[in-house]
């Protein structure tokens, strides 16, 4: 109150005497009154006047047109000053509805919306100022009218409105803006004019972000929709993206328990919750069998469910009896009326974590989801930890979404027991059926695939079945008994989808004696009890994903089984599950082969009608997220064409590193021919020609790229056209060394990787530290201790004049750029993973650039980096330290001067006889390359990586949050 009192008073103070009485009396009445009718104001002031004059006197004034001016002015100016930077502001236009006002100027029609219909009014357009603490500042509030002689348009209103706060608060904030902002006309201004936004639209209630920076869009343009934009809020340089994504809705596939009617329905976003992820799916798979049984179920009549489910009649009986008829009626209707989601196996992106997992998974991770109404056909998925798998970097979404249903498979494999060499028949090769006898297979079982479809019969003999049957053909016992040398299947997995128990009576009549069946389909139960007993057979069936389903500790609450009674649980089993479809392994779980369809989200209505009519054979129906996440750039390149022989090479620029370091090393390699050095500068290539032996010296870079006996290139100028010079260089035909960085931003690094696709050549960056003796021989080290890794590097980088050409943006684009990329190089050399996360943080730049920071790196296996670079020190001090801690092991290289290794409570030191930082390894290495026509020393798109990582430390500093590769 005190604050408001100060504001009051500062803004009375700017109004002109008559002003400030009129407006001290009117803010007196209403508080008086609690009222804002002039008439109950009059009667506060308690004036010796007929009331009447009192309303008429403030009428007169408040109609002056500077009063509203002086307020207004007044009101933003005190508001402004009160603007922080993490202050959202807020723009609203709405209206006000004036039904009985008959002499009011400019009345226009408006939709009155506490009502719901248009009556006579005034438009009005709002700005308020929020913080996190929910304190609001008043900014700006303007009536308007279609009537009135200068209205322009609601557009023109609303961006003037902008135009005035933003004047008054620097410019710098974020605006959110509700629905009616969502034209063509304001997204252009918005962007124009640089301003950060988050906009509600229309209808289906998306949102559209955007932010402009003075390096180029940093966000989709105009008309560029996104939906379900819970992380592209926290992209905007605010800390409200729970506050401005609240609202948003998603698409879901939901079913009608009663009527069975499935739609695409647009719900309310799912909200992260503590032990859970909140994942934006990017596929999902249609179970046909489970999925199509449950859909049926709920387009039978009541009397058709209740013959089905027998075990809920009594329950409503029970409840009936207890409660009474009317109670149980009305329950049971409330719970035919409850929405059905469908869907219980995904993969999609990690968008955000819950609490207790932080560390465990990270914003941006891909994982694969599991469980009925958690894993649903749904645009967001919240899924607990225990329901979640990371997927390798090499497994795509959509077979990624098989994740479930093979883990349904291995839990049924499991339970079998089968061993190395046993015979197994599958009876039913739908989809969980192929999983199973691929995962026999690749643990050395010998398959008998059963089925009635001839092409599914086809399909499991193509992924590793020894023996396919149709059903309904003669002589299959007999077949198995000819395999099996007379003694039956060592076990049997049922899963078939049927109303008959013939699964379970086939199953018998193949069987050895005391074999093992297990159910893993639904069928008739009713089994031999003769055959079984006279084989004394087993009997089980399997609890779909494994050991915690159904266990609501294991699965909602995140509580582990100890490993050493339960090792295979539902969540090992579905990573293991994912695990096996890298088709890094030599033999794999290949789940791609059983992809039949392939739908966008929007038709999943299409897909259920195949899946539920029959309209066509199907197997595996994939469901595909119109957002699917899409590498910046590409993860490989294709395999060089550059002629073997010998490495004749052309050097572009010989500035003082060049001669100092790479000349003199280039002139000691074998099999090096330096053919041509071209720089700006005639003397300095005739010198370079003279000194290092160069065939030839020349000023123009086209003499060298256009030489066809030139078949490699070394590229040593200035930063600012390392990224134009490389991709000249692959465009000709020529392998590249190029110096670090190999781009300055992300459109330089997309022209080099598309000159990389079709060229014959590769390209190599300077990052001479990965090929250093002792990264080398640390990185050997840590690769012998699985899991994930933390490493801290530290550099004492010395101190850049302020001047220097590195610092310019035109030649060098400062440090970060220019040097603390090798150390992001180096950090994920020795991480041995993808770079996933990146984030950093500066320390005030009192002159020059920035080049006191550190960044944090996280890797794809959960690895971490912390690169710790200074121009504080004292160059005295040691330049460079790097501290790497893996499995109960720690590498540590000192100034490449001396590596020691600590592992079981000794500590072993190598010392080199002097500084090597890899520089002759890395040229060596490049030369063989070239001469043997590839591929690259360094996997090309592991430096376009780390360029990329580099290129977001700038974004991450700029934007101040975490950025996701």
Known sequence: MRLANRALGKLLESLPKVARRLVSEVLYGIAARQSVHLSEVGRALEEPIPPIKIETRLSRNLGRPELCGHIGAGVLREGGGRIRDRTLLILDTSDIAKPYAEKMQYLARVRDGSEGVIADGYWLCQVIGVENDNAIVPLYSALYSQKAPDFVSENAEIMGAMDQVAAATDGRRVWAIDRGGDRGVLYADLIAKKRAFVIRQKGDRLLLWGMQTTEGPQAPLAGHAQRNLTSPCTRVNSIYPETIGRDVDMKQVIQSARTGKLALKEVPAPKVRGGCLLVRTQASLISAGTERMVIDFARKSLAGKAKERPDLVRKVLDKARRDG?????????????????????????????????????????????????????????????????????????????????????????????????????????????????????????????????????????????????????????????????????????????????????????????????????????????????????????????????????????????????????????????????????????????????????????????????????????????????????????????????????????????????????????????????????????????????????????????????????????????????????????????????????????????????????????????????????????????????????????????AESWVNAAEEGGGRILGEVCHFVDLARALAGAPIATVQADAAAVRSGGCDDLTVTLGFADGSLATIVYTAQGDSAFSKERFECFAGGTVAAIDNFLSLSLTEGGRTRVEKGMGQDKGHRAELAAFAAAVASGGPAPTDEAELVETSLATIAVLDSLREGRRITL
């Open 325 to 801: 008829l009317a109670a149980t009626l009305k329950a049971v209707m409330a719970r035919l009326d409850e929405p059905l989601p469908l869907g219980y196996s995904a993969a999609g992106t990690v968008m955000a974590v819950g609490a207790g997992l932080e560390g465990s998974f990270q914003v941006g991770q891909r994982v694969a989801l599991a469980g009925a109404g958690l894993a649903n056909h749904a645009e967001l998925n919240v899924v607990p930890r225990n329901l979640v798998a990371p997927i390798p970097d090499d497994v795509a979404d959509e077979e990624a979404c098989f994740g479930t249903l093979a883990a349904i498979a291995m839990a049924g494999v499991r339970n079998l027991g089968a061993q190395l060499g046993d015979v197994v028949a599958v009876l039913g090769v739908g989809l969980v059926g192929q999983l199973a006898a691929q995962l026999l297979t690749l643990q050395g079982a010998r398959v008998i695939a059963v089925d009635v479809d001839e092409a599914r019969l086809a399909l499991a003999k193509r992924t590793g079945a020894e023996l396919t049957w149709r059903l309904d053909e003669a002589g299959l016992v007999e077949a198995a008994q000819a395999l099996t040398g007379g003694l039956g299947c060592d076990s049997i997995l049922v899963a078939a989808a049927t109303e008959s128990s013939g699964p379970l009576e086939l199953a018998a009549d193949l069987a050895r004696d005391r074999a093992r069946v297990v159910m893993v389909g639904k069928t008739g139960t009713e089994f031999p009890y003769a055959a079984f007993m006279k084989k004394e057979l087993s009997l089980m069936v399997s609890r779909s994903y494994g050991p915690g389903r159904y266990d609501d500790d294991f699965e909602g609450r995140g509580v582990k089984y100890p490993a050493g009674w339960v090792r295979w649980t539902e969540a090992e089993n579905l990573r293991e599950c994912v695990r096996l479809m890298s088709p890094a392994l030599p033999r794999r779980l290949d789940v791609g082969a059983l992809i039949s369809h392939r739908f966008p989200f929007d038709e999943s209505e299409a897909a259920y009608r195949l899946v539920t009519e029959g309209g066509e054979p199907h197997l595996g129906v994939v469901l595909r997220y119109a957002d699917e996440t899409k590498p910046e750039m590409p993860r490989a390149f294709p395999t060089p064409k550059a002629a073997a022989g010998r490495c004749v090479l052309g050097v572009i620029g010989a500035g003082s590193f060049a001669r100092t370091v790479l000349l003199p090393e280039l002139k000691r390699i074998p099999g090096v021919e330096l053919a041509a050095i071209c720089t700006t500068r005639g003397q300095t290539a005739e010198h370079g020609q003279q000194v290092f032996g160069f065939g030839r010296a020349t000023t123009e870079v086209d003499s060298v790229l256009a030489d066809p006996a030139i078949n490699s290139v070394l590229i040593a100028t200035r930063h600012a056209n390392h990224a134009e010079l490389t991709a000249r260089a692959l465009a000709a035909g020529k392998s590249v060394l190029v110096e670090k960085p190999l781009a300055l931003d992300r459109a330089q690094l997309a022209q080099v990787a598309a000159a990389r696709e079709t060229s014959a050549g590769f390209f190599c960056v300077g990052f001479n530290r990965r090929f250093a003796p002792m990264t080398v021989k640390a990185r050997a080290h840590l690769a012998r201790h699985p899991g994930p890794k933390m490493l801290v590097l530290r550099v004492n980088a010395g101190s850049l004049p």
